[in-house]
């Protein structure tokens, strides 16, 4: 058994990779799961799946990450550690342990208790029947070492198949999960996703791997083959190019696949400079999609009838045109191109690279008129609407 890490570029068709495997699985008489974090991929794999193969199949199952660590890896064999059966999830925007606004952990929320048992205050919210999402993969760990990997053991025995999807977003105890699965299962698992759009974090604590390099480093030390889908099926040759340059080198270069355009986009083709003077007459001609860092970014600035999109939330998409909102730390890569991101704005660095890549036949970089001069693409001007 060969297990494969697939590095998929922005628009490289990694869904389409999935669900054409999955079917050639079902159609051998297997069974499919695909594992991946966020909502809006869940939707995407189930529609995209019907849309292929015409109908439903039990044979094909999608999870979200912390439903499949609740069903599959502590739930089945969580009373070696805690009798109360756990009936859910609650969802951490932040770590639980500690007060709120300092980095003072609350008393009596330690992992283990004196008798070296584990702390079910620690895992499980007070009513000891709703599981911390930023803690579920560790406690799926030490199930898993309680128990032998038997969850592990118990998913070959149901899936031939397993796809983990968004695996840039994995971070941490996540990967002692892959782990054990990499050792205990018979059933190949193929871990897909591209770690210049990490942009989550699943959960908490400084356990490595945090950076791309660590995660990559993780995977080939697991034994994992790699693949690269560095085709781009979504954007036009300047956008690839563009988005390259965020990780300058780093990665393998992007090929664009967009052979054709249709005719009512190639009057504005490829990236601008937008002055903040121009933002209303250039939504107006264009009616792109705004992307900005979170819901305040630019509130003065954009105006009533712009679309607007995150850049995390943003993930996933495609848009015809889009107009970027860069932030101070991002505006370095839009003056000059040059500058390499510091490794501690990794997060600025690959939302930047997510927003760039939503985009299919134009881009428009938001500038500050003073600074909008001698820049290298060029400015948009109202006479070009």
Known sequence: ??????????????????????????????????????????????????????????????????????????????????????????????????????????????????????????????????????????????????????????????????YFDEVQDLVGWDYEILKILNKAMKSPMTCVGDFRQTVYDTTFGQKTPQTAAEKIAAFKSMGFKEEALMLNWRSVKAICMAADDVHMGAYETTVSAVDTVPLEFTHHLGIFIVKHSDISDYIDAYDPMVLRWNVTSGTKMLPDQARCYNFGSSKGLGFDRVLILPVDKQMHFILDGATPFPVKDEMAQNKLYVAITRARYSLGFIIPDKKSEGLRFPIWTKTEA
Do not use: W
């Not at 439903?56 to 979200?64: C, L, N």
């Not at 969580?78 to 709120?100: A, D, K, M, W, Y």
């Not at 803690?135 to 025995?157: G, H």
């Open 1 to 162: 058994m060969i297990n494969i890490l697939c590095i998929a570029g922005a628009g490289s068709g990694k869904t389409q990779k999935i669900i054409t495997e999955s079917i050639m699985e079902i159609e051998r008489g297997g069974k499919v799961l695909v594992v991946t974090y966020t909502t809006s991929n869940q939707q995407e794999l189930r529609r995209r799946f019907l849309e292929t193969y015409g109908k439903h199949s039990s044979q094909f199952v999608v999870k979200g990450l912390f439903s499949f660590y609740l069903e599959d890896m502590v739930r089945p064999f969580q009373q070696v550690l805690f009798t109360q059966r756990i009936e859910g999830i609650f969802f951490n925007e932040r770590n639980p342990h500690l007060q709120s606004g300092t980095t003072y952990m609350l008393p009596g929320r330690k992992e283990q208790l004196e008798d070296k048992s584990y702390n079910p205050k620690h895992y499980l919210t007070p009513c000891k029947s709703k599981a911390h999402t930023g803690f579920l993969a560790k406690l799926a760990t030490r199930i898993a070492k309680a128990t032998k990997n038997s969850a592990a053991v118990r998913l070959s025995d149901i899936y031939s198949r397993v």
